[in-house]
């Protein structure tokens, strides 16, 4: 996995690369944590180069979800996210907790 | 039941691999799930949701049955069935007794159980992909956790 | 020219496609009006696909700039600008008038 | 001054082109320019930023000069000298005395001017992007709008 991040005036982009499962969840974790500890929960993941996610990386995810939607300071929200991903998590029921975006321009537009 | 046999191919109803029981085998087990929905004609959104379930049930293998990684195998064998396909995925490691575990049904499992350790999703994922699952345990075959996918919605009474 | 545009929560993309000169530079100026008469003030005009900009077509760029910057309100900023177009505002002293993005996703992050 | 001759290509020197005095002439006069700015070897950036000039003239000479399209032509001459392009743009409409109008210099004329009229922008951009601008009248030739480019920065003398 390969994280890339850009951090914008009301939000920050956060781009992964590759598989978010037990073995890399944690870094990703770790990523998202220090955007957070930085006071900032408007964040995008840019799911374009995402090969796979399994239930240990949805579980990083739902964490910095509820992270962010505290006091309505913020929200997680996925972008580019590849259609077989999507409807896997549609499946699984957890498109509900994350609005999802085309493209990464109208996500950051979001915020 | 009858296998149709094309002119030049013989449509393989059944293989069978192991894998060393460790995390690098996912990709390679993913490869061969992959394999077995092409020939079971599943389209790619329904492919990738059966190589989430087997990732999934393959990681806790690994993680539970076995307690870490090179410990033992895991061998997985696909059925081509005219209405299905059945995954078989073996492993010699501790015994799952799944009726011990609040098998997840239809609300998403994200609440703490038992003195702040977090509940798993992975067997929530296992349940809601795939149509029928069943753990079993026999001192001769070790556990044999059968996934079966129905090739359109699963009948009614199935 | 052909003019598409896209209304963020804070900000809007208008995007030109051709020539920016006497002839279409009064169709910018509608858009871009119609935009500023919407009480929507931070724009950004996507420069990808310009293959000309005229005095006309920046004359109304100015305009559209004062306008927005008034009472500190928003900023007319531009994006993807081609590098011989840039390189001639430059020349004419132009580009310290507008804030340049090399990319959209950053311009909409700036607002 | 020598031109040099390639073993097959001749370097033409000199082109000139007639065009009717309408805006749809501007690109058309936009690809004569790129040409002789490819002869002088200019660089992409440069090549534009004297095709702007140039239009800016062209417009001027269709709005200003005949007051309107399809009142008369534009005659564009390019001379290819050593260090330097020489682009002419000849009209034969009103003659344009420079002396009346504030020819900008190195201020973005950015200000009203005359009861409400905005100052135009284009007299601006051709000062600025040309080495050299000159405009002249005869009765024999119309209105000659001479514009130069430097191969390199102008000499300091120039
Ligand atoms: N193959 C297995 N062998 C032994 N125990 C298992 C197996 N699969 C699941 N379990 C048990 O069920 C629990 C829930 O599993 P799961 O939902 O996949 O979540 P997680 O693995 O993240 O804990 C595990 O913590 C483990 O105790
Ligand atoms: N070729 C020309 N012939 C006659 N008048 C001209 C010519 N070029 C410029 N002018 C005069 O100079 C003024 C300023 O020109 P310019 O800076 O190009 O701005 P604009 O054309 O937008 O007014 C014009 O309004 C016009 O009166």
Not at chain 1, 32 to 45: C, M, N, Q, S, V
Not at chain 1, 46 to 53: E, G, K, L, M, P
Not at chain 2, 125 to 133: A, G, S, T, W
Request: aromatic share 8%; proline share 4%.
């Amino acid at each position: 996995m390969n994280i890339t991040q850009k951090q914008f005036k009301r939000c920050d982009l956060i781009s992964v690369e590759g598989r978010i499962d037990s073995a890399t969840a944690p870094q990703l974790a770790e990523a998202l944590e220090a955007i957070t500890a930085a006071g900032r929960y408007k964040i995008i993941l840019d799911c374009c180069n995402v090969s796979f996610i399994s239930s240990a990386g949805l579980r990083v995810l739902v964490n910095t979800q509820k992270n962010c939607k505290r006091y309505n300071r913020g929200e997680l929200v996925l972008a580019q996210i590849p259609e077989n991903i999507r409807s896997t998590l549609d499946l699984v029921g957890f498109t509900e907790l994350f609005k999802i975006f085309n493209d990464t321009l109208s996500a950051v537009g979001y915020f | 039941m009858q296998w149709g046999i094309s002119k030049t191919i013989v449509v393989e109803v059944s293989a069978s691999q192991r894998f060393p029981g460790r995390y690098e085998s996912l990709t390679k087990i993913a490869e061969f799930i992959r394999c077995a929905c092409a020939q079971a004609g599943f389209d790619s959104c329904t492919t990738y949701s059966v190589e989430t379930a087997v990732d999934e049930a393959c990681s806790n293998i690994i993680e539970h049955a076995y307690g870490g990684e090179d410990i033992g195998e895991i061998c997985c064998t696909c059925h081509l069935e005219e209405d299905r396909l059945v995954i078989i995925l073996q492993d010699n490691g501790k015994p799952f007794k799944p009726e011990k575990f609040r098998i997840p049904k239809d609300t998403i499992p994200l609440k703490k159980y038992k003195r702040k350790k977090k509940q798993g999703l992975g067997l929530y994922f296992i349940y809601k992909i795939m149509d029928e699952v069943s753990f079993a345990t026999s001192p001769s075959e070790g556990n044999t956790l059968t996934l079966v996918k129905y090739k359109s919605s699963p009948p009614p009474q199935a």
